[in-house]
T-cell receptor, first 114, second 113 residues
Framework: AQTVTQSQPEMSVQEAETVTLSCTYDTSESDYYLFWYKQPPSRQMILVIRQEAYKQQNATENRFSVNFQKAAKSFSLKISDSQLGDAAMYFC???????????FGKGTRLSVIA | DVKVTQSSRYLVKRTGEKVFLECVQD?????MFWYRQDPGLGLRLIYFSYDVKMKEKGDIPEGYSVSREKKERFSLILESASTNQTSMYLC????????????FGPGTRLTVT
């Protein structure tokens, strides 16, 4: 079974600085998808960024980017120029090819210090 | 914008009660999901449905059942609520596409006393 590991239960970052959240996963598949979701306090979970495993290029969405290392099965999220609104729980998720559900990590709580 | 709504934000029930959690999505998504979220455990899949009247067990289906009579609605049923089912319940929906993301509802915080 696929598993997703987020080794940092909590992280903090100074406003305007850069922070990287770690995620590793275990799979024997070669074609799959990876996601980072954000859950702000008392608000709905939203997608931050996604990556298709067959694409070499790392995905980028404004201040959010990933470092996808397929051989190492690593998928870290980098947040640049951190803002107070980035404070949230961040979940890494994996989905194998086909119409299958997501497998989530346990999450990393990010605090942003003004 | 996709909208996923859940019938209650907060719910308090007694042990042994039958509990219904309702989820509705308005974007004609084929897939719908129920998760429970507990501190330190992340999101764990209870059930998912890929079509009307179709369902698949997730990682923790014990003590739960589901119903999907219409495409837009997916219900989670706790047949006899127990205190260890106190949790946050999240509903989600998605299209059947390669890179389709899941859209989440606001969650229902259920307390069983």
């Amino acid at each position: 079974a696929q598993t997703v590991t987020q080794s940092q239960p909590e992280m903090s970052v100074q406003e305007a600085e850069t922070v990287t959240l770690s995620c590793t996963y275990d799979t024997s598949e070669s074609d799959y998808y990876l996601f980072w979701y954000k859950q702000p306090p008392s608000r709905q979970m939203i997608l931050v960024i996604r990556q298709e495993a067959y694409k070499q290029q790392n995905a980028t969405e404004n201040r959010f980017s990933v470092n996808f290392q397929k051989a190492a099965k690593s998928f870290s999220l980098k947040i640049s120029d951190s803002q107070l609104g980035d404070a949230a729980m961040y979940f890494c998720a994996y989905r194998r090819k086909g119409n299958t559900p997501l497998v989530f990590g346990k999450g990393t709580r990010l605090s942003v210090i003004a | 914008d996709v909208k996923v709504t859940q019938s209650s934000r907060y719910l308090v029930k007694r042990t042994g009660e039958k509990v219904f959690l309702e989820c509705v999505q308005d974007m004609d998504h084929e897939n719908m999901f129920w998760y429970r979220q507990d501190p330190g455990l992340g999101l764990r899949l209870i059930y998912f449905s890929y079509d009307v009247k179709m369902k698949e067990k997730g990682d923790i289906p014990e003590g739960y059942s589901v119903s999907r009579e219409k495409k837009e609605r997916f219900s989670l049923i706790l047949e006899s609520a127990s205190t260890n089912q106190t949790s946050m319940y999240l509903c989600a929906s998605s299209l059947v596409l390669r890179t389709s993301e899941q859209y989440f509802g606001p969650g229902t915080r259920l307390t069983v006393t």
